[in-house]
């Protein structure tokens, strides 16, 4: 078999993944520490309702994931106001209209189940080039607002009475973290599926959280495993023809696994 990075669309899924890797995290650590964890889930059977409506009207995928993954966390932010106690509600809500969307809209799509597959669990080699540069613009942006509102994203996760009170718009963060999510998830749906992000978002920190003693620390390392996670991920599937999205998932939850099983010999 050839050198795996003697074609183009290698080097391109290896650029998307080392991208979405880095982003990944960085949205994935406060979603956790904060119990949201749920909502990568809703953000992306939402995306797949807006890939399949991209698909129908002649736009890129992406851009519709885009659109309905934001108007996804923005729904359950404000539906879990109204639930107060039971917030919960909020996101399995949008998660079933995201489910039900997507089988209505797939219906009337040529080729539907096809097309909507290779979103659901990834299609990475088939990358364009506009979203390659779609990924890197979207990559660059979580990256950078992340990095920038570090000190703010930290006081919320742990503390949000506390950090009202230090003057940080609680609200303000808030908003922009749902909105970081929703596109993490969306430039992720072409790398490793929608129906598989939250894998991406949850399982690097959570092995980093296994073996980190700081916030900081646990960002780090849960980079490190995401990249670890999705290069090999694309090596192996290469290799052994297999689907790259289930592949990096695997490899994520194998080292987890053993991660949890060698400390609690510890």
């Keep these: 078999m050839n050198n795996i990075f003697a074609y183009d ?8 993944a080392v991208l979405i890797a880095a982003a990944a995290p960085c949205i994935g650590l406060p979603i956790v520490l904060k119990r949201f964890s749920a909502i990568g889930d809703a953000a ?6 807006g890939i399949a409506f ?7 995928p992406i851009i519709g994931a885009v659109l309905f993954s934001v108007a996804a966390v923005l729904s359950i932010e404000g539906l879990r106001k109204r639930f107060g106690s039971y917030s919960e509600i909020a996101t ?19 080729n539907g189940s096809s097309n909507i ?9 088939a990358i364009s080039d506009f979203e390659l540069i779609l ?6 942006i979580i990256i950078g607002v992340t990095m920038l509102l570090y000190k703010e994203i930290f006081a919320i996760t742990f503390d949000e009475e506390a950090a009202v009170l230090c003057g940080i718009p609680v609200k303000v963060i ?13 430039v992720a749906s072409r790398i490793v599926g929608a129906l598989m992000i939250s894998s991406l978002l949850v399982i690097p920190t959570a092995a980093a959280m296994l073996i980190s003693g700081s916030y900081r620390d646990t960002l780090i390392k849960s980079i490190i495993f995401a990249e670890l996670f999705t290069i090999s991920g694309l090596f192996i599937s290469y290799y052994f023809n ?25």
Excluded: D, Q
Excluded at 44 to 49: C, N, Y
């Design 135 to 140: 990924t890197v613009i979207l990559c660059v």
């Design 92 to 110: 399995v809500i949008v998660m079933s209209a995201g489910i039900g969307l997507t089988a209505v809209l797939s219906g009337f799509i040529k």
């Design 117 to 125: 597959n290779s979103f659901m669990f990834g299609s990475i080699v």
């Design 44 to 49: 992306s059977h939402s995306a797949l309702g």
């Design 174 to 186: 808030n908003f922009i973290l749902m909105v970081l999510t929703a596109l993490t998830v969306s």
């Design 9 to 16: 669309f290698m080097i391109k899924a290896f650029a998307a």
């Design 242 to 266: 297999l689907r790259p999205g289930g592949t990096i998932v695997l490899i994520g939850t194998a080292v987890l696994v053993t991660a949890a099983l060698l400390k609690k010999r510890k």
């Design 54 to 60: 991209g698909l129908l009207i002649g736009i890129n």
